[in-house]
């Protein structure tokens, strides 16, 4: 996950896990996750492989292709960008879909190995090689996604307690009152970093 419980917890001054527990701000870190995807990141459907940075296409023997976009991000929200994060296809000669191997070689410049599943190159015959993946702006780091989706998360859990949900009310009431003077600060927030980094100025504090 691209936030912890307990760092949302510290963002919104609760001190232990009464009001919701790791379990309940899990779910809504998944959801704030998908809010900085959908916002920052580009999605590529069956785009067709670049050339090798060699120039080198599928010809039977180069296993080696690059994306038009780059870099590859991380889109299961694991910090880690390998193969789960990219698919990749291609159409025989019949024109029937084929299902194919996949290495991220290097993600900050989009390079990647497609092969057959059996490991062997793709054919020369072959009629396309597609992959689906992500990219985003080369300016965000692995702080970035998780101090935004830190955030949101912090913003949503804000609106569930102000809400009066049911969880256990107790620990919040001595942070009521803080909450209500300014209950749209970490959403105010998340968009002033948001806005910093579409615009190419990086900061790493929350």
């Known amino acids: 996950m691209w936030a912890l419980p307990q760092k949302v917890r510290d963002v919104v001054g609760i001190d232990t896990d009464a009001i919701c527990t790791d379990r309940q701000l899990e779910e809504v870190i998944r959801i704030a996750q998908e809010k900085v995807k959908e916002e920052l990141f580009t999605y590529h459907y069956r785009e067709t492989v ?13 296993t080696t292709f690059n994306t038009a976009d780059y870099p590859i991000m991380d889109s299961n929200y694991d910090f ?9 296809e291609w ?14 070689s290097n993600a900050t410049y989009g390079i990647l190995t497609i092969t057959q599943t059996d490991s062997s190159a793709i054919p020369s015959n072959a009629n396309d090689v597609t992959i689906t993946y992500y990219s985003c702006n080369r300016n965000i780091s692995r702080q970035h996604l998780e101090n935004l989706t830190t955030l ?10 102000d809400a009066g949900t049911s969880i256990s009310m107790a620990d919040f009431q001595k942070n009521r009152m803080l909450i209500l003077q300014n209950p749209s600060q970490w959403k105010d927030k998340y968009y002033e970093l948001l806005s910093q980094l579409q615009s190419g100025k990086a900061i790493r504090g929350v």
């Open 50 to 62: 670049e050339n090798s940075r060699a120039g080198k296409t599928w010809d039977g023997s180069n």
């Open 80 to 88: 880690t960008v390998d193969s789960n994060d990219v698919n990749a």
């Open 91 to 104: 159409i025989d000669s019949n024109y029937n879909p084929q299902v194919a191997k996949v290495t991220v």
């Open 152 to 161: 949101w998360a912090a913003h949503l859990l804000n609106g569930m307690m």
